[in-house]
């Protein structure tokens, strides 16, 4: 199916202005337009564009909220760490500044945090202290965090978490945490118990998915030190028994997915394309970047009574990057006809 070029100049991508164009190939019938963005976070005053500060990470609940972490210094050294609290965003999207950021503020200031999983109503943040080599595993819930997993061990006992990225449930509640600090995939129970210390070995795991058959799909950058790296990254596939199979080497997955069709969605930040995956590792394209641009995390709006109301159930929301002002990003919402999308261009299961 021939793309249908989108070109949006930032000063509308990003409601600023800057020197360059930005371009978004969409398939034909499909949209994109700002759903949350911000402005006085790019401290330079040659570019001038506006957005919300460096973000990698997000998730939807069911009552459609959509959470966001800042970027924290996980893959960099420095003396300063970057504690936040993560945000959270009410249905219909907004514009904010720093005088009125905090208005959005959610759960405690943590370091380094990245959204994980939501589950329910909880939502789970890993954290990470560079310097002692030690993660945590929070669930946040009504504002408080509560620590499940990881934390700092007793003495002489290796830390449980070292640096973990993704966490994804299953449908029993058991939870997988990706430990790129450890090379693997550590299983808990719902409670948090663990399970299986190495479940998974896999070379630095980053993203984690799950499908309806219980199948953990993971997005690691393999030898690449960074995400911003080049890899070849690796897609792999693990069923509950623990037989797994590498679907696919190359790209370094920067968001990873289940939508229409329950296929994965990958987002492929190098490349500048998000893509569908089919079961045989072929890569289907559905959107495409030109210019050094890129998309960060990705999330579909659940399909609930709240996101319906809304009018944003099912739509495809992209942390969208831009080469010449990567400080500050735009959560956009991409909106069409996804599951006729699928039929004529995805093989069915």
Request: aromatic share 10%.
């Amino acid at each position: 199916m021939r793309a249908l070029v989108i070109a949006v100049t930032l000063a509308s991508l990003l409601a600023g202005t800057a020197p360059a164009r930005a371009e978004i190939k969409l398939p034909p019938g499909f949209t994109s337009d700002v759903y949350v963005t911000a402005e006085g976070f790019d401290a330079s005053t040659t570019r001038g564009v506006r957005g919300i500060p460096s973000a990698s990470t997000m998730a939807f609940d069911p009552d459609g909220a959509l959470y966001v972490a800042r970027t924290g210094r996980r893959y960099m050294g420095g003396e300063v760490e970057d504690i936040w609290p993560v945000y959270r965003f009410p249905l219909g999207g907004v514009r904010f500044t720093p005088k009125t950021e905090r208005q959005y503020f959610y759960g405690p200031p943590l370091p380094n945090a990245q959204i994980a999983a939501v589950r329910g109503r909880d939502l789970f943040v890993t954290t990470y202290d560079r310097d002692r080599r030690i993660g945590v595993l929070y669930r946040i819930a009504d504002g408080r965090a509560e620590l499940v997993a990881g934390g700092t061990p007793e003495t002489g006992v290796p830390a449980l978490l070292r640096q973990p990225e993704g966490a994804v449930a299953d449908r029993a509640g058991h939870l997988y945490v990706a430990d790129r600090g450890q090379a693997g995939i550590v299983r808990l129970d719902a409670t948090g118990r663990v399970v299986d210390p190495h479940w998974f070995p896999v070379l630095r795991p980053r993203v984690l998915a799950i499908d309806r058959a219980d199948r953990l799909w993971i997005g690691a950058d393999g030898v690449a030190e960074a995400p911003w790296q080049r890899g070849p990254g690796e897609i792999w596939c693990v069923k509950p028994d623990g037989t797994s199979s590498l679907v696919l080497r190359g790209p370094v997955t920067a968001g990873l997915v289940f939508g229409p069709g329950e296929h994965p969605w990958v987002a492929d930040r190098q490349n500048g394309k998000i893509f569908i995956l089919t079961p045989e590792g072929r890569r289907v394209d559905f959107a495409s970047y030109a210019d050094g641009d890129g998309p960060r995390g990705i999330a579909f709006a659940p399909d609930t009574p709240a996101t319906r109301k809304a009018g944003i159930a099912g739509d495809l929301f992209v942390i969208t990057i831009h080469r010449g002002a990567w400080p500050v990003n735009a959560i956009m919402r991409i909106t069409g006809p996804f599951e006729e999308f699928l039929r004529g261009n995805v093989p069915g299961p």
